[in-house]
């Protein structure tokens, strides 16, 4: 785990997760293994995230999405299975 992150209430971090600096995971979210989360991104409140996905760094996942395929860099994904928000 990095510097300056906020694991919040209830989260669960399964085994050979890897949370880099600036990272905010919100209350109630849950990492399968091996899940690596990259700078500044951040987890909506009960959010999953399948085993072995990256979040890209700087991006967002939406409270109770379900992400099942890596995120990239600045993107936010929202839903079940969590796609990109549209605009
Ligand atoms: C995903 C998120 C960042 C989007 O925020 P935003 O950019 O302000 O987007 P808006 O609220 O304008 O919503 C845009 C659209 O996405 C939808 N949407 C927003 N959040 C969503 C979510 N979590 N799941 C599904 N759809 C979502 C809205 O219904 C809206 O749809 P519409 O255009 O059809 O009306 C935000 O809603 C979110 O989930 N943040 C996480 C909050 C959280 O967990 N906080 C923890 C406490 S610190």
């Given at each position: 785990?990095?510097d300056?992150?906020?694991?919040?209430?209830?989260?669960?971090?399964?085994?050979d997760?890897?949370?880099?600096?600036?990272?905010?995971?919100?209350?109630?979210?849950?990492?399968?293994?091996?899940?690596?989360?990259?700078?500044?991104?951040?987890?909506?409140a009960?959010?999953?995230?399948?085993?072995?996905?990256?979040?890209g760094?700087?991006?967002?996942?939406?409270?109770?999405?379900?992400?099942v395929?890596?995120?990239?860099?600045?993107?936010?994904?929202?839903?079940?299975p969590?796609?990109?928000?549209?605009?």
């Amino acid at each position: 785990m990095g510097d300056n992150v906020i694991i919040n209430s209830g989260v669960i971090v399964e085994h050979d997760c890897v949370i880099d600096n600036h990272v905010h995971i919100a209350t109630g979210a849950r990492l399968g293994g091996t899940v690596h989360v990259m700078e500044e991104a951040h987890v909506g409140a009960g959010a999953t995230i399948k085993q072995h996905i990256t979040i890209g760094a700087r991006s967002i996942v939406g409270a109770g999405a379900v992400v099942v395929k890596d995120v990239p860099a600045a993107q936010t994904v929202v839903g079940v299975p969590a796609k990109p928000l549209k605009r």
